[in-house]
């Protein structure tokens, strides 16, 4: 009895120093959005609301040269693309900081299985602008 007491207790720290870590960069940005808001605008933009740019591994660089590039264009901005194998296309969509590479481990199979893998890096993510 008295162990289950004690994760009940530190559990509660726990939601308490969430609560508290919420409450105080909630007042931060608050206080700085009013005190800065062109720098805090910027500063959110970049942390928040902006994918992070980081390059290749060697592993992905091998694999998308041996892919078949081809561009998109979409309100003036350039989409990359990459296409492997023959027959339907199978298109894989990567999440937030991700690039179509990413899924490179799935495409031997669906090429083997004689479809065409197409992949790319959604806008502000990997190789496109």
Known sequence: MREETLKIKSASTNVRNIKLKKRSTHLLITAMWHLLPTLTR?????????????????????????????????????????????GPGILFVHGWNGRGVHFRHFFDTFINAGYTVIAYDAPAHGESD
Request: overall charge positive; proline content about 7%; glycine content about 8%.
């Open 42 to 86: 910027r500063i959110l933009k970049e942390h928040i609301f902006s994918p992070k740019r980081y390059d290749l591994t060697p592993g992905e660089r091998k694999y998308l040269e041996t892919g078949e590039p081809f561009r998109i264009y979409v309100h003036g901005k350039t989409i990359r693309c990459w296409k492997w194998g023959r």
